[in-house]
Nanobody, 115 residues
Framework: QVQLVESGGGLVQAGGSLRLSCVAPSAIFSVAGMGWYRQAPGKQREWVAAMTRSGTTNYADYMKGRFTISRDNGKNTVYLQMNTLKPEDTGVYYC?????????WGQGTQVTVSS
């Protein structure tokens, strides 16, 4: 069973930064498109950022300029650098990898931003 391991969440004050990490098995990491999603309390899961296999990135409009998705192929890790965090960024953040028609999800990591 493929397992994605997320880390980096926590409690931070508004205006602060966090970096989330998601480690995937090397067998899928090199061929996967990847993305980050989040789910705020009482809300639907929503897309945050994505990176294609070739490295093209895309972001939800309300994230642009604050969040950055990146990958380290040597560590089979995808990152989400989050800056200037706001209380409305609070939620569980999930990484997602797509290989063909197959989707893999991380277990989620909690991010809480206090005002």
């Amino acid at each position: 069973q493929v397992q994605l391991v997320e880390s980096g969440g926590g409690l931070v004050q508004a205006g602060g930064s966090l970096r989330l990490s998601c480690v995937a098995p090397s067998a899928i990491f090199s061929v996967a498109g990847m993305g980050w999603y989040r789910q705020a309390p009482g809300k639907q899961r929503e897309w945050v950022a994505a990176m294609t296999r070739s490295g093209t990135t895309n972001y939800a409009d309300y994230m642009k300029g604050r969040f950055t998705i990146s990958r380290d192929n040597g560590k089979n890790t995808v990152y989400l650098q989050m800056n200037t965090l706001k209380p409305e960024d609070t939620g569980v953040y999930y990484c997602r990898l797509n290989v063909g028609l197959t989707t893999y999800w991380g277990q989620g990591t909690q991010v809480t931003v206090s005002s």
